[in-house]
């Protein structure tokens, strides 16, 4: 190629040239260094060629094969020793040469602890002395030094280590439902799914779930270093979700379903769960219904009085029947630093143990959400019970189930809570929900209640429910200790007390409720629900005026 040509075309392509070693430079003498042993390069390449067809791609491989030519030397004089392993000055260079080796020692570094990572960073990356990083970290010098000694053993132990990837780092879990038993967060409504909703926080807990882990082994089951889970660990940790069981591993008292499920048994429960329910429609829900025949007090928005009689038949099955199955739960409750306490649970993804089996019941229709309560603490005669199944047509279960809800239409019913502009938003919600009709009708089944304490109101209300026989208990109680003690034998040690707590405690529960009711609405004792009905199905509000 003529001078002149090749002159051109080194005048227009050197800013270029300047950028790219800007790119890959870390100080501008650098780039200005290698951007001239490009343009050197380029231009006694351009003086031998004749002809050039992509000249774009010509500069970009002779600037690549410069900038290797430079790392490597840069590398080879620039470079420090660990005991006979170089760490770069320049770590980010994509080095050619030896970066398998390069790779290792990286990542043996970020296996290191926090404090020792750092010292190791400040003292070979940042060239510090051991009185610097004294002053800096706040150490002695003697700890440094000592710092710096284990770390060269741990680095020289794991560099030829084979550090696997673990089964979550391959593939992670995910989360199909959350949900808790207890209090959320006060004034925020947040729960298991606000600290265990990312899928990173999801699977650091799942990993000390079947046996306790350090940071340094949850890091090689999710297949990252330690660098990236260190702050999730302290988070996780300080509102409760790890818990450590030694100096340095954890556990969690999270309850995860088991990654398979056995049809067969979930059939038999549920066969012994529908016997219960119609021995319970022969024999308790007439006792139940006798009892608040003559309640009065009650406003029912459609006049069925069902609907009231329907909600304390549920709560009387769910409550008063329930099997005795005393636990200390404490040690189960999540305290998270914001003044939630609850039991945290998660469903994961099933698959079947006995896939050929064909289960007689479907247990996605005794599904729900409750007991819910809501008090209020602005108006002390008012709460609410209720629990969302599929007799009911509220939607977003508890989280969409608003204290304010029922604040508002307390103040509509004593009148403050006047149609404007200003309180457009609250009739608007309650039109939503279906509590207050287009035509201004309360859509709630409501209790008079004549104390401040509504709770306290609401326990003693249904405290006057009826006992089952005595007897009836005692006659269950081995077959659902059989059932719990199986179904322990799905979950890690530490969960199965809570395991057995919660299916003795559950067996006779919500879905013998519902299964009830099924009976109920099916053989034509309760008339069957309207649109408008199900608003308000097992829903109760305690006020203590009601609706004219």
Known sequence: MEKQKA????????????????RKCYSTEEAEELCAEIAQELYRSLLKVPEIYNLDGYIRRISQHVYAKYVAYKKKHLGVSLDGMEIPYMQEFPFEEDEEELHLLRREIAYLSKNRRKIVFLYYYENKSIKDISKLLNLPEGTVKWHLNKSRNEIKEGFHMERKIGRLGLNPIKAVNFAHDGMPDPGTDTATEYYLGD???LNIVYSVYHSPKNTEEIAEEL???PVFIEDKIAFLENNGFLVRVDKNRFTTYVKFSPRTYSPELSDRKLQLQQEIAKRLVEEYVPLVRDAVRNMADVYIPSGNRELFEAAVIFYAIAEKCALPCPIDRSIYEIKTGRGGSF????????????PDYIPRFDPAKYLSCGFMVRNSTKYPHVNSWSVDSKYSSRQGTWQNNLYTDYEYLYEFMNGSLTASTVNAEKFKRLRDRGYLTADNKVNIVIVKNDTPHALIYQHAYF???PEPEENFKRQYADKVLEFAMQEAKHYPPQMQDLIIHYTVQDFIGCTVALMVLDILYENGTFRPLTEQEKVTSTLLMFSDILPE
């Not at 002159?7 to 800007?22: R, S, W």
């Not at 039991?343 to 006995?354: C, G, H, T």
């Open 223 to 225: 297949g990252i270093t």
């Open 343 to 354: 039991i945290a649970a998660i469903d994961l993804e099933q698959e079947p143990e006995d």
């Open 199 to 201: 899928k990173l926080s």
């Open 7 to 22: 002159d051109e075309i080194i005048t227009e392509y050197l800013p270029k040239l300047h950028g790219f070693a800007m």
């Open 463 to 465: 405290h006057q429910l």
